[in-house]
């Protein structure tokens, strides 16, 4: 087990190098640079070849990037362009809330989705099987940015039941310190976190559908009845432990989704988190910034894979006993 | 003679197969007794319904597909088990009838420690706390044979060879000392020498314990050395039943005969009957589409143009009891058409 732990981490650590050097080369590559004049503002040529120098944008670019791991071994991240700070502060302050935002959609996202899948299961080929199938369907297929949009439109922009973006009401609760103001922040956060969560409900729905029903035919589960056993017990404790085990991969692929999805959906609420950043970030040629933002999130992914690795090698004996993952 | 345990009467389990090729008459009237104590041999070719027979008694059939016909009658300590509610039944099932399957392999819960599967029927039916069910599956462990059974209760099905997981599946179903046991091709699965073992270990067992025992199987030789009483079946039917010495001295329906012509010599000892059913000319036909007649004329050697329009019922031989040695062939009927046959 531990040598495999190992191998695992060094194998996330290539591959966050990986995204790395790929984001860090593509975005310069990119047309555009960060110091530019544009219809408003005139820079002089001075000024800007000045900032480039300051910042190391006059070297070549196998420099640049040897000189940006040093700095990053060293645990440093550089300066924003756009945001005259450091890189890491402007990440350290999107974080929480896409923390927030996608942990709450997890939640929504396995909760939802393995009793949905579980119901259907149990009722599988009747009517609220058939039914709810078509509706994952539909959640299923439909980009998350749309499924925002309207979301948006219908409950916010008609209904005014919740807000059209935003994170907290900014005059009220500059900051989370009250009751109320967390019930404000919960305001805000429902209308984005279902747009994910339902999104990611749908397919894990699908998933628990089709595990259950495949466990379900299994011969250990007629073993199970033939004991004597309630049918209760039946499904959830002899059929549900063998279910759960896809799941667990399912939750080690739901980390890219969510982070993917939440880049279009924070953009949909303006939501002030990771998503958010990184678009701005990529849109103002914020070099250090969008390869720091890059660093994060698939270092974010490449953990949660490793933990649903961990959690499967811990929920099968057949793995746990061997001393090696999949 | 004594009451049956269990009684089956007219059973018919069909499926309604998916690509519209109609229904599967898996089980198509099989009507036989298990008597207290005995071993009842029931032996057919692939496909025939002996395990859909036998899931069929404890209500184990998949529905859908599948169902149990009205008409249908399982009566078994003088209640019919198809009309049960949902907790009689659960009372019986491993606790009174109990079951092993043909496939040790995955009929175990990979998830669950074999000393937890054995002591689950043991907590849900005697109401022993999770100590004393542990303390009975070890010694149910014992029983059946398994080496340091203190330490075989906490491991996994993976950790054991497939004679160990069909020891384990047998101390699961014994637990509760049922009236009955039904083994559907316990040994099917493993090497001979493996096979040899399990079914010394089941007469001991039902010596110790008393059972009956319906034991399900492809192999004469297993039938010979353990079975009091013997129920032939072909294409979802029962075709010939009878003690089981009066089964090999004088097999009476076409298809036994073929059985055991396959079998090398029938008076040596046991152990070397070792046939398997597969000598007898012509495919099994589908469970979709029994032919008309007879099931088994197409087959047959003897069958004459009455054969492929009327089906035989089950007839009592001449020479037996009543009851006791009965035969579904129009032979019977016209014994001097044997005769006449090279
Ligand atoms: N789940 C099912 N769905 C559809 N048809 C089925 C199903 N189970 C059994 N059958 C039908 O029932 C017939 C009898 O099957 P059964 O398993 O009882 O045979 P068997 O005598 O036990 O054979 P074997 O020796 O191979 O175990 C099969 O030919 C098949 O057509
Ligand atoms: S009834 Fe006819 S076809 Fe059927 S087994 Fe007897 S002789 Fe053969
Ligand atoms: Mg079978």
Redesign the pocket.
Known sequence: MTAWLVRRLAAAIAIVFAVVTITFVLIHLAPGTPFAADDQRQVDPEVIARLRRQFGLDQPLPVQYVLYLRNLLHGELGQSFSQHRPVAAAIADAIPPTLTLAGTALVIDFALGLALGLYQAVRARRFGDIALGNVALFFNSMPTFWLGLILLLVFGQWLHVFPVGGMRDPVLCPSVTSARCLGDLLWHLTLPALTLGLVGAAATARYQRAAMLEVAGQDYVRTARAKGLRERRVLLVHALRNALLPIITLFGLAFPFLLTGAVLVERVFAWPGMGRLSVTAIFQRDYPLVTGAALVASGVVVLGSLVADVLYAVADPRIRGRGAGP | MTEPLLRVRDLKTY?V?EQGSGT?R??DGVSFDVYPGETLGVV??????????SLSILRLI?EP??HIRPGSFIEFEGRNLLTLAPKELRAVRGNRIAMIF?EPMTSLNPVFTVGHQIAEAAIVHQSLSRRAARARAIEMLTLVGIPDPGERVDHYPHQMSGGMRQRVMIAMALICHPQLLIA??PTTALDVTIQAQILELLDRLQRELGMAVML?T?DLGVVAGSADRVVV?YAGQVVEQASTGELFARPLHPYTEGLLASVPRLDTRVSQVRGRLHSIPGQVP??TSWPAGCRFHPRCPYAWDRCAVEEPPLLDSAGAEAGTHTVRCWLLTEPERRERHP
Do not use: L, N, W, Y
Request: proline share 8%.
């Open positions: 499926f197969t599967a898996a089980v057919g070719e692939s496909g025939c319904g002996k395990t859909v027979t998949p597909p599948g043909q559907d091709e399900i492809h079946m589908a469970a």
